[in-house]
């Protein structure tokens, strides 16, 4: 049985290290040098403050056995990510860090290499609006209720326009008056609404952005000159990033084809339509809609309704007391073994074990 271990502080997590450490493609004494615990990972984290509000951060690591990350998120910064080796290598991801307790299962793995670039205010109001001016409506609008209940939930307040809330949500010196986790701020049928989004605003890495991100690895200077080099290639960057989310875009007669059988999929998940029955409700045909799913959510129909029902599982097994068996049939599992096997394969561990500490972290 792979061994597991708790982390409640960033403290636990991250040693100070050295900008003379040999792994380091290219270093500073600025920098800021993190290692992890021997038992725990090997590995490093560098952090390369480009200006007060960007950072980029270089991480690579092996992960030696499951980690529990229970924590308070500070809520001040949004995340571009860019995987290069590991589960995820070849995508990109944009994630908001958002003042709300995280309860996350990271499995024991493989090498993971990546470059992060995190803006805070001001420059995350800038970078965080033309990420959501490149959704499409239906999109944009769920972005805008979930910053709303966040933000009901994290300060009590409404009302407030896009940017006001974004404004209100990420700075640093608003105290969160929540201890909850998404799971039990939304409820299920909109954590489901969000947990589709993140398709949409992930992509694949495209040879452009490659390109930029071994220029950032090698960076041949030093000093000031370093630091100049590496924020304008940093935000090169993020730009084709952003631009890379129009430029996979459907025509829209087959984008609005993929989002109606995407729904369909999500709100069926116990009793789901057959890819044909699907393509035929959606007026299009089966290999239209494979196409079409690769291109939009990365992976194919049944990928898709997989995800849908362990995204399901997750917040059922966080925010019910239904046993595995009623959490498995909840979400169109017949067999218990069947629905474990998957949980585990995502998560690292069984079910019933993630709902343990879930119920232990509730209390």
Not at 35 to 41: G, R, V
Not at 245 to 257: E, G, P
Request: some cysteine; glycine content about 4%; proline content about 5%.
């Amino acid at each position: 049985m792979v061994q597991q271990t708790r982390i409640e502080h960033t403290r636990d997590w991250n040693i100070p290290g050295s900008s003379e450490d040999p792994r380091l493609l290219h270093s500073d004494p600025s920098d800021a040098v993190f290692i992890h615990p021997e038992h725990l990972c090997q590995g490093y984290s560098q952090e390369i403050w480009l200006q007060d509000d960007i950072r980029l951060t270089i991480l690579e690591r092996t992960l030696l056995q499951s980690v529990t990350m229970d924590r308070q998120g500070h809520g001040n910064c949004v995340e571009f990510e860019f995987h290069l080796a590991g589960r995820h290598a070849g995508y990109s991801f944009f994630w908001p860090h958002l003042a709300t307790r995280n309860l996350e299962i990271v499995p024991a793995s493989n090498r993971i290499f990546k470059v992060e670039i995190f803006f805070r205010l001001p420059a995350l109001k800038h970078y965080f609006q033309a990420l959501i001016d490149r959704l499409t409506p239906q999109k944009k609008l769920i972005v805008e209720q979930f910053l709303q209940a966040v933000y009901r939930y994290c300060s009590g307040g409404t009302g407030h326009s896009t940017i006001g809330i974004i404004n209100q949500l990420f700075d640093p010196a608003i105290k969160p008056h929540t201890h909850l986790t998404l799971e039990q701020i939304l409820p299920s049928a909109f954590y489901s609404d969000i947990m589709a989004l993140g398709y949409e605003i992930s992509c694949p890495i495209t040879p452009a952005m490659h390109r930029i991100i071994e220029q950032i690895l090698s960076c041949p200077y030093s000093g000031t000159t370093r630091r100049n080099y590496l924020r304008q290639k940093a935000l090169k960057l993020v730009t084709l990033r952003l631009d890379a989310m129009l430029q996979l875009r459907l025509r829209t007669d087959d984008l609005n084809c993929i989002y109606q059988a995407e729904a369909i999929l999500r709100h069926s998940i116990v009793n789901p339509p057959t890819l044909d029955k699907l393509a035929k409700q959606v007026g299009t045909n089966r290999r239209k809609l494979n196409e079409g799913f690769h291109k939009v959510f990365h992976t194919t129909p049944f990928g898709y309704l997989r995800n849908c029902r362990l995204d399901q599982a997750n917040w059922l097994l966080m925010t019910s007391e239904l046993s595995i068996e009623e959490v498995a049939a909840a979400v169109g599992y017949t067999s218990r073994s069947r629905f474990a096997s998957a949980f585990r394969q995502r998560s690292g561990v069984n079910p019933k074990a993630f709902q343990l500490q879930a119920w232990q972290y509730a209390s």
